[in-house]
């Protein structure tokens, strides 16, 4: 019984806990499920046999390594600090995603559950996590909100392409919030026989943990390929947050070094009122949110906000709690780019690199464009490309008025 | 903390407070007491009851978009302990509400209120450190849920650290209506037993006279949730108390027999 509501010693933190963030607010019927995934995934960690099974797929399946990619033309014209990309748009399925599925996939196939949930924002988990259910045969439900199954119909028909059964969730703002509370409900009422497959570095521990240890191997490339490449480590790491689980991969290993900087995204949407945006910590508060004390935007009732982002991956009221804990201690800064920023730095990347960032990413291009200029040219930024923009086409047709065929 | 089971079983009416004003939930609960009930449970309006089904989902949200307030709560639950000083009272919500209004402010303005004791459904017992010394100091009733997937040593903890009653689920699930009772409630409520001598409330998709009648065979009290938000749902705001207290009147005849 140790752990409290907000521990009154964030020097000597509970399992589960960041500083004072993290913990388990979950309903009773969820703890035996959350113990006996926390024993099973310890066991998994040092289990030999399984870290090289996780590795082949990640190798052969996934495509791991990622390139670390030198910008040459972008740095070029931005005159600054020297651009790299850490191509995580370049794995199977298109974001770094792949890699928490295919860990928690072997961690349920481990556990005799045959049955996988998941939920999903901007569809990205989704399509891994149909993905490895397909490849290691397991049945599969995704919850998505109606708002993100229009806005990202090309990710709704790729899961069901692969055997999902994806389920609309119609409650709330038809969000990714929505979807982890129908994804929630749904292992409440089938827990005896259901893996969640959660598909941030968010909720009841130990899914913040986990979800970072099986996207750590981002920044143990990233450092190893740099100082091939440098010789040396980054001025700084730039990557976008919406749960968190790209940027705490990208990050983790270069918490220890404490010259580079750590920069986190946030989505600034529309403007900066309560509603039109997702900075959990510029317009956000210390609270419980799906199983997790973190950082939330919420009115002063205690209601969850509704949140707005172009990139319906970053569209989420929260955020992981050890993005909170890097955020107190001033290890980590963050920082926003809105809507028309990201949708901007979309088109410049596309047309200086040939490469078409994912919304979500581009949100972290769109810090790289803002401050590359005003560095020195020895300066190393390393910008986590966390997804492929293939998906967005919609939007971007839309938003930025490119014509079709048909038009 | 004076929640006293009347008959066996004795009967917990679930309302969420607002729903569909505060003014009709105040004359809900006092007539869901006059006919009967033991003990009212007040749900916070929560934007995010992921415990919830779709009814108390429902309800919820019009609650929220009401604006409902805890402050609105609370004073809604200082109404009903004026208008009927015995009846039970316990204030039943999710954690983010509670800590938003200040943990120390809420228990002592719960206190005030007159309410014995509160349930916050996403607080486990291993988080609430803080909470239970709160609620020890204003000498309130914690109320634990327990459920069939809780092992024997986490029912331990729960009955240790409950006052009042304990809350047994009656199966794995959210709230809402079931067809019959789940063969997991009487195997949780013995094994709860053998850690406590609090009565033991069963509750979730308890709906009608026969889960009443199944519940009693076994356990101490019948929390009736979402059935009777429901009924409230589909009733016009002045009809919906003469319609909860037939309803629990109905349950009172049919269940709590004079002889069986």
């Not at chain 1, 900087?261 to 609270?287: C, Y």
């Not at chain 1, 998906?391 to 490119?402: N, Q, S, V």
């Not at chain 2, 934007?47 to 978009?65: C, E, K, N, Y």
Request: proline fraction near 4%; include cysteine.
């Amino acid at each position: 019984m140790a752990s409290v509501i907000i521990p009154s010693n964030p020097s000597q933190p509970t399992a589960g806990r960041f500083g004072v963030y993290g913990g388990r607010y979950v309903p009773e019927t969820l703890m035996a499920a959350l113990s006996e995934l926390e024993q099973e995934y310890e066991r998994a960690k040092a289990d030999a046999t399984f870290q090289a099974e996780l590795d082949d797929l990640l190798h052969n399946f996934a495509g791991r390594p990622t390139a670390l990619y030198y910008a040459k033309r972008l740095t070029e014209q931005l005159g600054g600090a020297k651009i790299y990309l850490k191509r995580e748009d370049l794995l199977h399925t298109g974001a770094h995603k792949i890699n928490n599925s295919l860990g928690q996939g072997l961690l349920a196939k481990r556990m005799g559950k045959q049955r996988i949930i998941a939920e999903t924002g901007a569809g990205q988990h989704g399509v891994a996590t149909a993905t490895v259910c397909a490849l290691l045969g397991l049945d599969c439900v995704v919850y998505m909100g109606e708002e993100d199954m229009r806005r990202q119909e090309l990710n709704v028909l790729r899961m069901r392409l692969l055997g999902a059964e994806v389920r609309g969730v119609s409650s709330g703002s038809k969000t990714l919030k929505d979807a982890i509370n129908e994804a929630m409900r749904d292992w409440v009422t089938n827990v005896r026989t259901t893996y969640y497959v959660l598909g941030s570095a968010l909720g009841a521990h130990p899914y913040p943990t986990m979800v970072r240890d099986f996207h750590r191997v981002i920044s143990r490339e990233m450092k190893a390929q740099l100082l091939e490449k440098e010789g040396r480590l980054p001025t700084a790491i730039i990557a976008c947050v919406g749960g968190g689980s790209n940027a705490i991969g990208a990050f983790y290993e270069f918490i220890p070094d404490k010259n580079v900087r750590l920069i986190g995204v946030e989505a600034g949407g529309r403007s900066g009122e309560l509603g039109e945006h997702a900075m959990r910590f510029q317009g956000g508060s210390p609270g419980v949110l799906q199983g997790t004390f973190s950082y939330v935007l919420q009115d002063e009732q205690g209601q969850i906000a509704s949140t707005h982002s172009v990139s319906a991956g970053l569209d989420y009221a929260s955020i992981g709690p050890e993005h909170a804990m890097l955020h107190d201690t001033g290890r980590a800064e963050y920082t926003s780019a809105d809507d028309q920023a990201a949708l901007d730095a979309v088109v410049r990347l596309s047309r200086t690199e040939g490469i078409l960032p994912a919304l979500e990413s581009a949100h972290a291009v769109a810090e790289a464009i803002r401050i590359a200029p005003s560095m020195q040219k020895h300066e190393i930024l390393v910008v986590n490309l966390s997804g492929r923009g293939d998906k967005d086409m919609g939007i971007l047709a839309r938003e930025l008025k490119i014509q079709g065929s048909n038009a | 903390m004076a929640i006293h089971f009347k008959t066996k079983p004795g009967l917990v009416v679930y309302l969420t407070a607002g729903d569909p004003s505060i003014a009709a939930t105040r004359d809900i609960a006092i007539a869901a007491i006059d006919a009967g009930a033991d003990g009212i449970e007040l749900g916070i309006p929560f934007s995010d009851p992921l415990a919830d089904g779709p009814v108390i989902q429902r309800a919820m949200d019009r609650a929220v978009h009401h604006g409902v307030s805890l402050a609105n709560v609370l004073a809604l639950a200082a109404e009903i302990r004026d208008a009927r000083p015995d009846a039970g009272i316990i204030l039943f919500g999710y954690i983010n509400p509670i800590l938003r209004f200040g943990l120390s402010k809420f228990v002592d303005a719960a206190a005030a209120a007159g309410a014995d004791g509160v349930l916050v459904t996403d607080l486990i017992v291993e988080e609430a450190a803080e909470y239970l010394a709160e609620m020890k100091r204003a000498n309130l009733a914690p109320v634990f849920l327990a459920a069939p997937t809780s092992p024997d040593a986490r029912l331990k903890a729960i009955a240790e650290n409950s006052r009042g009653f304990i809350y047994a689920i009656s199966r794995v699930g959210i709230t809402g209506a079931q067809q019959s009772m789940s063969s997991d409630a009487a195997s949780l409520v013995a094994r709860i037993r053998q850690f406590t001598k609090l009565p033991v409330a069963v509750g979730f998709g308890i709906s009608n006279a026969e889960h009443v009648r199944a519940v009693g065979e076994f356990a101490d009290a019948a929390v009736i949730g979402s059935a009777i938000v429901e009924l409230i749902e589909h009733s016009t705001p002045d009809a919906a108390a003469g319609g909860v207290a037939r309803f629990i009147q109905g349950l009172r005849r049919t269940v709590v027999a004079p002889t069986r």
